[in-house]
């Protein structure tokens, strides 16, 4: 495979966000440092984002786009990534479709390139505050503990940089380097935790994490984690924080916590006989997954 030496593809994935898109395609377009190919996977949209991609792509060559049936955040992430890659770009900028990077960010970012580490932009919120929640320290082996053993806090603000341990799929960049050592996003996790998954593999693999405060990027929506504990997500939030407690926690996290965590579930969170039906399913189908066996890409 022809490796495109010091080129850079933007990849982001997308599902009924219409609106958003065009202003992130303008946005990666008008940065200060320019990429050399914008990837986007549209996971089956039905608000007309296939039509926008086939009216764009007509009068760009950098767009290239693909339509796959949706796959979630992990599946989109997965097709993203992995054309990437096979096409031979040395460095990708991954995105997620409601992040909107500020004019400098990849010039940024650019400077602080290096093979061996993920680097990510400092994200605000909505409402113009600093977004913390990247995580500095996970912890695998306390289960009395919470997973998320250190987030980032203001702290950060003074520091050039900030070493962490987990990072969000928005805005993460790295060498091509890291996909062929720990292969590419776990496409069963759907949404809710396959930035996680993917972080702690890195991490394990001798990858270091990194976050960039002078690089920033604009959330486009409200965080809204509590708002969906009562839709069907709620399977998936519960179920993959309980897998990445089976996949790399010590022998009392993998086998307690989750049990912990479905007690809580059931005893704090619960509002229906749906909720619980879907509690159970997720405690279940967490117990029993194994972990990615087969995920080593080859150059």
């Known amino acids: 495979m022809e490796i495109l030496k010091d080129k850079l593809a933007v990849v982001l994935v997308t599902y009924n966000r219409l609106a958003f898109i065009k202003q992130i395609y303008e946005s990666i377009k008008n940065q200060t440092k320019k990429p050399d190919k914008i990837i986007i996977v549209n996971n089956s949209s039905t608000d007309g984002t296939l039509e926008w991609l086939e009216q764009t792509q007509k009068n760009d060559n950098m767009l290239l786009f693909i339509t796959q049936p949706n796959l979630g955040s992990s599946g989109g992430q997965y097709t993203a990534f992995k054309t990437a890659y096979e096409l031979g770009y040395e460095w990708i900028w991954e ?78 960049f790295f060498h091509r380097s890291l996909i062929q050592k720990i292969g590419l996003p776990d496409k069963r996790i759907f949404i809710f935790g396959d930035d996680t998954d993917f972080c702690i593999r890195a991490t394990r693999a001798g990858f270091k994490l990194a976050l960039i405060p002078n690089a920033k990027m604009d959330r486009l929506l409200k965080v809204n984690y509590y708002q969906q504990i009562h839709t069907p997500k709620r399977y998936y939030i519960m179920r993959n924080q309980m897998l990445a407690d089976r996949f790399y926690g010590n022998w009392s996290v993998r086998n307690i916590r989750p049990l912990i965590y479905m007690l809580k579930w059931l005893f704090g969170r619960t509002n229906s006989f749906q909720d619980i039906k879907i509690t159970f399913k997720a405690y279940w189908d967490a117990i029993r997954t194994k972990p990615l066996k087969d995920y080593y890409a080859q150059e």
């Open 95 to 172: 995105m997620d479709d409601d992040v909107l990077p500020r004019p400098d960010c990849l010039e940024i970012l650019w400077k602080y390139r290096q093979e061996n580490t993920i680097i990510a932009p400092l994200r605000y919120t909505k409402e113009g505050e600093v977004f913390y929640n990247e995580i500095i320290k996970f912890n695998h082996t306390n289960i009395f503990k919470t997973f998320w053993e250190i987030v980032t806090d203001s702290s950060i603000l003074n520091k050039e940089i900030q070493f962490v341990e987990g990072l969000t799929f928005e805005g993460a």
